[in-house]
């Protein structure tokens, strides 16, 4: 009887599986933007989401001018060792998998290009310090085995695959197909997939055929993690950032207990450190900016006649055109950001210079110094002891020169709460 039953429970077991296989996703994705850390956790995440939910297929619709070498690697290990089939669709018309692209392409179990698509100039390139020609040569020459390999491992023309490393060549979606850079070319999503549909490939887990036709097509998008994460990434928004979080700490330091502008400054300043560790970030220039704050702050302190204020102005702008140090477009800072950025921080602390010397001029209007200079009238003859009334109190007096009682006199100074006082002549 016992083995009865378990007999039956494997036939349910056996058909649920086949249904669930049967039933299973199609996963689209966009990859649109610079190869970042971002990128590669989105995609990494995604092609485990696949895995988990046994589905047939995960579409990568590609668009690149490339990034880093580091988050490319993660991503082409992880297409390489999925156990679900990933197409890599260089899409739509007028999208490029540029640099890195070119290797996330040639990675993919099915690569495939919409018409008017370029795939290529794949020569490595340094973010950060410069290299000198050996290590550039070494870099080159790592690049170029490695992207060989994935091509030979793919059964993809290894030979051009080298070029576009060593000689930065790039083709069309027509000529990629033709010499065997590329599976497809398909005009959109729905074509690429009515043209897998039965073709078997060869997965971590071993050769699998993949079936589209009838399948459910699940777009899957970026969450707001990810966007946020991708926005900040910029070098524009991380050096945007990087200034708020100075402005809020500083306001948060010359107005102890404001709160909200020390909060904002702190949240910048973080956000802005999460996007240096994915830019090449030139701690000379960083240095500068930081030095540019410095001389602005002491420039309330220090009575320098505006050469503090316009060294900082000068180090701030230097700074700022030397804090992301690449060849790469998307990797350095915009004039049109370092600008209004230069020039809105100089009139900040320009404006704080400005009201803290207002109010050092400003007569005291509190206190004991609020009170000198004030006019009232003598309660008393006045000489060495007598009594006055000033601001519609009754205080102590005394003065150099006799007064009588009723008449007009200033405050000249005040000690040990009695005034000294002086007669008033207009």
């Known amino acids: 009887m016992l083995k009865k039953y378990s007999i039956?429970?494997?036939?349910?077991?056996?058909?649920?599986?086949?249904?669930?296989?049967?039933?299973?996703d199609i996963i689209v994705i966009s990859a649109d933007g610079v190869v970042n850390p971002v990128m590669s956790e989105f995609i990494s995440k995604s092609i485990d989401y696949a895995a988990?939910?046994?589905?047939?297929l995960v579409v990568i619709k590609l668009d690149t001018p490339g990034g880093l070498d580091?988050?490319?690697?993660?991503?082409?290990?992880?297409?390489?060792?999925?156990?679900?089939?990933?197409?890599?669709?260089?899409?739509?018309?007028?999208a490029r998998a540029a640099s890195a692209g070119v290797f996330i392409t040639m990675s993919a179990h099915i690569a495939s290009m919409s018409p008017g698509t370029n795939i290529g100039a794949a020569h490595p390139v340094s973010v950060g310090s410069k290299m000198d020609k050996d290590m550039a040569e070494k870099v080159v020459n790592d690049s170029a085995a490695y992207i060989r390999s994935i091509a030979e491992?793919?059964?993809?023309?290894?030979?051009?695959?080298?070029?576009?490393?060593?000689?930065?060549?790039?083709?069309?979606?027509?000529?990629?197909?033709?010499?065997?850079?590329?599976?497809?070319?398909?005009?959109?999503?729905?074509?690429?997939?009515?043209?897998?549909?039965?073709?078997?490939?060869?997965?971590?887990l071993g050769?699998?055929?993949?079936?589209?036709?009838?399948?459910?097509?699940?777009?899957?998008?970026?969450?707001?993690r990810y966007r946020i994460l991708d926005i900040i990434s910029d070098?524009?928004?991380?050096?945007?950032?990087?200034?708020?979080?100075?402005?809020?700490?500083?306001?948060?330091?010359?107005?102890?207990?404001?709160?909200?502008?020390?909060?904002?400054?702190?949240?910048?300043?973080?956000?802005?450190?999460?996007?240096?560790?994915?830019?090449?970030?030139?701690?000379?220039?960083?240095?500068?900016?930081?030095?540019?704050?410095?001389?602005?702050?002491?420039?309330?302190?220090?009575?320098?006649?505006?050469?503090?204020?316009i060294g900082g102005l000068i180090s701030m702008f230097i700074g700022s055109l030397m804090l992301f140090e690449s060849p790469?477009?998307?990797?350095?800072?915009?004039?049109?950001?370092?600008l209004p950025g230069v020039i809105l921080t100089t009139l900040f602390f320009t404006l704080t210079v400005f009201l803290v010397i207002k109010a050092y001029k400003r007569k005291p209007v509190t206190g004991s110094e609020g009170l000198i200079g004030m006019?009232?009238?003598?309660?008393?003859?006045?000489?060495?002891?007598?009594?006055?009334?000033?601001?519609?109190e009754i205080w102590s007096a005394w003065s150099d020169e006799p007064i009588g009682a009723g008449e007009k006199i200033v405050v000249e100074s005040m000690e040990h709460l009695k005034f000294k006082v002086k007669k008033l002549t207009r």
């Open 8 to 24: 039956l429970l494997l036939a349910v077991l056996s058909l649920i599986f086949i249904a669930s296989r049967s039933f299973a």
């Open 52 to 56: 988990e939910n046994n589905s047939e």
């Open 70 to 94: 580091t988050s490319m690697r993660v991503i082409v290990k992880k297409i390489i060792s999925s156990e679900v089939p990933v197409a890599v669709f260089v899409s739509p018309s007028g």
């Open 153 to 204: 491992k793919k059964n993809r023309n290894s030979e051009w695959a080298e070029k576009a490393v060593r000689e930065s060549v790039s083709i069309t979606a027509k000529e990629a197909l033709k010499l065997n850079v590329i599976d497809l070319v398909s005009k959109d999503t729905a074509a690429l997939l009515e043209a897998v549909d039965g073709r078997t490939v060869k997965t971590a």
């Open 207 to 224: 050769e699998r055929t993949i079936t589209t036709k009838g399948v459910n097509v699940l777009h899957r998008e970026m969450g707001m």
């Open 235 to 309: 070098p524009n928004i991380a050096y945007i950032l990087m200034l708020l979080g100075f402005y809020g700490l500083f306001f948060e330091f010359t107005n102890p207990g404001a709160i909200f502008p020390g909060v904002i400054g702190a949240i910048s300043l973080i956000l802005a450190f999460y996007s240096f560790q994915t830019l090449p970030v030139n701690y000379a220039g960083l240095m500068l900016i930081l030095l540019a704050i410095v001389l602005f702050i002491l420039e309330i302190k220090v009575t320098s006649y505006g050469i503090l204020s």
């Open 328 to 338: 790469l477009p998307f990797f350095t800072l915009s004039l049109k950001v370092i």
């Open 375 to 392: 006019e009232g009238t003598t309660k008393t003859d006045i000489f060495k002891d007598g009594q006055v009334s000033v601001h519609g």
